[in-house]
């Protein structure tokens, strides 16, 4: 009679974790490093002419400079915590985020709401020039 080797593997027990597509899944078939490449390429874009692009973000976030040079190069994606703070500093993050949950509505009502503050701001121009020329006599 042989004695099983020790140490090779776990013991066969317990529940085990549902299989992709199983209860409580969605039709979401984004995998990890997808996600993390679309992180990438917004971090890419929207820091495309900055030097030191890790620094930077390693600043928003508190992250090591390693880490972020990690999401920008697509090996990893940011945990949620730092996933929020990009999104807070990079329009570019949102914008990704935004159109992997399908919001592309929500997309829409930021560029509506930026436009609107550009109106008032030309507006606000526009009456500052036209009272200065009304003092000049003109």
Known sequence: MSFPKKGK?????GKSFPKRGGYGSSNFSLDDHAFAMKIALALKSELKNRNS???LVAGWTGANER????WILGRYAPCGRHLVILAQHSDQVLNAVL????R?????????????RK???????????ASIAAGRGE
């Open 67 to 70: 880490t972020v040079k990690n």
């Open 119 to 129: 109106v008032f701001e030309l507006d606000g121009a526009f009456c500052i020039a």
């Open 9 to 13: 593997s776990f013991p066969k027990k």
């Open 53 to 55: 692009r890790a620094k």
């Open 104 to 116: 592309q509505d929500l997309l829409l009502a930021g560029r509506v709401e930026d436009l609107r």
């Open 99 to 102: 159109s992997m949950a399908d």
